[in-house]
Structure formats: C-alpha cells, structure tokens
C-alpha cells in the first residue's frame, strides 16, 4: 500500500499535460505518484517527477491489475482521455471507446483490486452552454459534443461502482506550466487559447506554426458579443492551482469524504480581449494586434464557473492568475524541450 512511508497513488494519463504536473505536486506533498499511460498522446519525459511509470492502454484490464498487484495505490486519479472537442465530432466512436467505455474497464479493474478512492478528471464541456453563469455543480447536463458526452457518460460510469467513493473536478479552461520542472503543454493539434496567442510571438519557426495551423497568427472570434468589451470570456485556472485541487481531493477522499462533484476555475473569468492586453504586457509587445474573424458556431458569450462549493469543501482556491499563466507558458513554449517534442510529434519537420 505504501512506497515506504509514502501513500501509493495511481495516475492513468500521467504522461500528460495535467496528469505531470499533478503528478508534481502529489510527489512534492508526499505522496508516491504511479504513471500508468499508453503514451498515445503524452510523453515519457513529462513522468519524470513520478515513482514510477507503467506503460499500457487502461482499456487493458490484465495490465491495469498488474499495475494494481505491483505497487498496491490507496487511490487513483483518471487523467487518460482523448480532448480535442473537434476530433470527438469528426469521430465520436473514438472518443465513446476511449474516454467512456475503456474509463469504464479502468474503474471496475481498480476497484476489484480494492482501490475505493478516485478522483476523475471530467470538464465543462458537461454543461454545453448553460442558461445560468456563474454555473453551479447543480446546472443541467446538457454536451453539446462527443467529447462531453464521452466525459459525462465516464462520471456516471465511475458513481455507479459500487464500494467506490469519488471527486468528479470539472475543470474550465487549464493553462500555464511549470517551466522551472521541465513540463508544460505539447499538443498536437494545439487548440488551447493560450499557445495559440504566444506561440507566433516569441519567434517559434515559421514551419512548426504552419504544421500547428497558427501561420496566420492568433485570431479573435467574435468581438459583437453582449459582454463589456465584447469578445467571449472563458475562465482560465492556472494548471498549478489545478494540481492544488487534486491533491485537497484525494486528501478529502483519504479522510473518507463522501462521493462528490466540484467545478474547478477561477469564478470571474477573462475576456479574450483582456488576455491580449495581458499577453502585450508580459511579452512586452504593447504593439501587438490580433487578427479578429466572425464568432465560431457554438461559443456561448461567457462560461465561468462558480467554483465556491471546492472553496468551502476543499478549502480550494486558485492563487495564480492570467500573467502568471502567461508568462510559465511563454518560459515552456519558448524552451527546447517544448520545441522538441512537438517536432517529433509532427514528424519529419525541418526547423
Ligand atoms: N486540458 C484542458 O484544458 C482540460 C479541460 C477540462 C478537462 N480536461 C481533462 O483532463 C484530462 C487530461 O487532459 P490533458 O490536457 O492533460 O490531456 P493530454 O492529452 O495531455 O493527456 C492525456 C494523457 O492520457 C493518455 N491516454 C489517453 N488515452 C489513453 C489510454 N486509453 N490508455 C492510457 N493512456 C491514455 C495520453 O497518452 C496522455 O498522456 C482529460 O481527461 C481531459 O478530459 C482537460
């Protein structure tokens, strides 16, 4: 059950953007952290602050249990999914076999091995666009795509499992890095607002941005929306005061809380024209001017989250706020690790 003194947690996706740095902050609060992931889309590199890392497919029940036997974790958090909401529209199989059904085997292997603590990675896109803002944990379950319903179906999944208590986090937008770790985002396709607003400002080669699709730099979408300056606002948390959240989650659940659900973000949220303000200080680029373009079918004006049940709960509060976000990302986008890996992801890219 334990690594000497040490906790034994178990983290399916861990070789991934948020499983590390989750990972991270579990290690550094001193708990043994136990990647298992199939490094379909993450990368060794980003197990490094773990105890240990397993490679397989979660879907593989005999690996999982083998997993279980060796290290015997008193918890687990599930991290392993496909994300790209796109992706899910072009191929909704995919996303119902990964993130629904092979969650599914997953909970059942763990739990048979008598692991009853989880915490699941689920999102905001539970919610598709909500009539109330700030949203409540108690709003409607309303997708509308593959990939939240592929999410939503896996919470319902996991709260069916008998003998099993778990922390659903419904995450809003992540960003940032933990630069001075050596681990960030490495996206292929990269669809996250903030690479996509750096990326094509501090001097990433011309061939890489072509191959992520940011030739033509960042654009606003939509700037006649009924918010004060009229472009969307989406809430944006800090992956580090995400990581925070976890480890409150698994401290709450190890002290026999009961199963629950909590969304995580900041509860004010940013406009995308307040975050290009933010990004021309930190950069030091007051010069900079986006690209702006029509709204895109089915962005709703504002999603934020009102997150005061994790602070009541949890005692969770998020500490870091845009420029920080923005700042770790530029120190991660702009490092050889990043650049790297991306090229290797890409292929046969010249540089
Ligand atoms: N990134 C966000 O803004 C965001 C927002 C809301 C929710 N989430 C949720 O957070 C979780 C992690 O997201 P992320 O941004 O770190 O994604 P990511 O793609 O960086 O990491 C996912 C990891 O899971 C692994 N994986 C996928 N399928 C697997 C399988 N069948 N078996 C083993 N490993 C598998 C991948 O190799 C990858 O390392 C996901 O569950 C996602 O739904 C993310």
Avoid at 71 to 90: C, D, K, N, R, T
Avoid at 99 to 128: C, E, L, M, P
Avoid at 273 to 297: N, S, W
């Amino acid at each position: 059950m334990t690594t000497g003194e040490r906790s034994t947690i178990l983290i399916s996706g861990g070789a991934g953007y948020i499983g590390s740095h989750v990972a991270l902050a579990l290690e550094q609060a001193g708990f043994s952290a136990v990647v298992l992931d199939s490094l379909v889309k993450g990368n060794r590199w980003a197990t490094e602050h773990a105890t240990a890392f397993r490679q397989g497919d979660i879907g593989d029940a005999a690996f999982v249990a083998a997993v279980c036997d060796e290290f015997q974790p008193v918890a687990a958090l599930h991290f392993a999914a496909f994300i790209e909401v796109g992706e899910s529209v072009q191929n909704p199989a995919m996303y119902f076999e990964n993130n629904r059904d092979k969650a599914a085997v997953f909970f059942q292997t763990i739990a048979a091995k008598g692991v009853h603590n989880v915490v699941f990675s689920s999102t905001a896109a539970v919610y598709g666009e909500p009539d109330v803002v700030p949203i409540p944990e108690t709003a409607p379950w309303q997708p509308i795509n593959p990939y939240g319903q592929s999410k939503l179906d896996a919470e319902i999944a996991l709260r069916a499992v008998a003998g099993v208590r778990s922390v659903t986090l419904r995450y809003f937008n992540v960003a940032g890095a933990a630069p001075e770790a050596g681990i960030g985002e490495a996206h292929v396709p990269e669809s996250h607002l903030l690479p996509r607003l750096v990326l094509p400002l501090i001097g990433t080669p011309e061939s890489l941005l072509d191959r992520l699709g940011l030739n033509s730099g960042f654009k606003v979408y939509g700037n006649d929306y009924p918010t004060p300056d009229g472009t969307a606002i989406r809430d944006y948390i800090h992956v580090l005061d995400l990581a925070d959240a976890h480890v409150l989650a698994l401290r709450y659940l190890l002290d026999g809380g009961e199963t629950n659900i909590f969304n995580l973000g900041s509860g004010s949220g940013y406009s995308v024209q307040e975050i290009v303000t933010a990004a021309r200080k930190v950069l030091e680029r007051p010069d900079y001017e986006p690209g702006t373009a029509p709204r895109r079918a089915g962005d709703p004006a504002a999603l934020i989250a009102d997150s005061s049940k994790a602070l009541s709960v949890l005692g969770w509060k998020p500490r870091r706020g845009i420029e920080a976000m923005i700042a770790s990302a530029t120190a991660w986008h702009r490092g050889e690790r990043y650049l790297e890996t991306i090229k290797a992801k890409l292929g046969d890219v010249k540089v």
